[in-house]
């Protein structure tokens, strides 16, 4: 115990702070970058805002923000439902399995990069299978998202939960594959669908020489923070899509320069 002006602090205070801070972090890197994250936002703001009238006496303004806060429990409940039923599993079904203690489950909310050099192996193999399927003109459509943006895509395609490989990848996307239409999701270092559908870009300057496969790409990523890698089939050119920008790749260094920006 001890006295911080006239405030006196103990042991116990801190650990609630840090365990308060800890789960705050915990929930932005759970929402950061979908949909959520920004109606967490505006959430907040509002709230903010009726604190601020009440504090100025505008008790118009604060009646009618006043409404929003009586019901700010259940819309949270219906608004974050996805992402409550999420951190409910990740610290209950998915911890307990492994027989994890209770402060490892917290830890393993707000863990969100793997161990060891996996993230080199994973990045050589996703750019072996890439820089492979270009050479030899396969259309491919490769998603790079995390855990927290999975709910963003109620996917179609087929569930595989396989580690990340070139040889899968390439057979996936091999012409006569019953799977190569659609995207492939990977999610950190394992790929957890193949041909799925993916929402399509609604912008009209985007120019026609992108087929279904760059605006499935271009649309992915205006939904969520994700990344995105094409590969045309006509041209076997390959395209760098993010936050609804594209770009060619012009070499392998570049591809490897992109593909390290993601946390395999």
């Known amino acids: 115990m001890f006295e911080v002006g006239f405030i006196t602090v103990t042991f116990w205070d801190i650990l609630d702070i840090f365990i308060f801070g800890?789960?705050?972090?915990?929930?932005?890197?759970?929402?950061k970058g979908g949909v959520a994250f920004y109606i967490l936002l505006a959430l907040v703001l509002l709230y903010g805002l009726w604190w601020l009238f009440q504090f100025l006496n505008m008790s118009l303004m604060s009646s009618m923000f006043g409404q929003f806060a009586n019901i700010g429990v259940i819309l949270l409940i219906v608004v974050f439902q996805p992402e409550i039923r999420q951190f409910l599993t990740v610290l209950g079904s998915t911890a307990a399995r492994k027989k994890v203690p209770l402060l490892k489950r917290f830890i393993h909310i707000g863990r969100m990069t793997p161990m060891g050099d996996t993230k080199n192996t994973t990045l050589e193999e996703v750019k072996g299978a890439i820089m492979s399927m270009a050479s030899h003109k396969t259309g491919a459509l490769i998603l790079l998202a995390r855990e927290e943006h999975l709910n963003s895509f109620k996917t179609t395609g087929v569930k595989l939960d396989a580690r990340v490989s070139q040889l899968i990848?390439?057979?996936?996307?091999?012409?006569?594959?019953?799977?190569?239409?659609?995207?492939m999701i990977i999610v950190r270092d394992r790929i957890y669908a193949a041909s799925s559908i993916l929402p399509l870009t609604y912008d009209p300057s985007l120019p026609l020489k992108y087929g279904l496969r760059h605006r499935a790409a271009i649309g992915a990523s205006e939904m969520a923070d994700v990344m995105a890698l094409v590969i045309s089939e006509e041209s076997g050119n390959i395209s760098y899509v993010y936050r609804g920008e594209i770009s060619d790749i012009k070499s392998e260094e570049k591809l490897h320069e992109i593909l390290k920006q993601y946390d395999f």
């Not at 800890?22 to 929402?31: F, G, N, P």
């Not at 990848?169 to 995207?183: R, V």
Request: overall charge negative; proline content about 4%; charged content about 20%.
């Open 22 to 31: 800890y789960l705050l972090y915990s929930l932005y890197r759970l929402l």
């Open 169 to 183: 990848i390439e057979s996936i996307f091999e012409k006569n594959s019953p799977m190569h239409d659609g995207a």
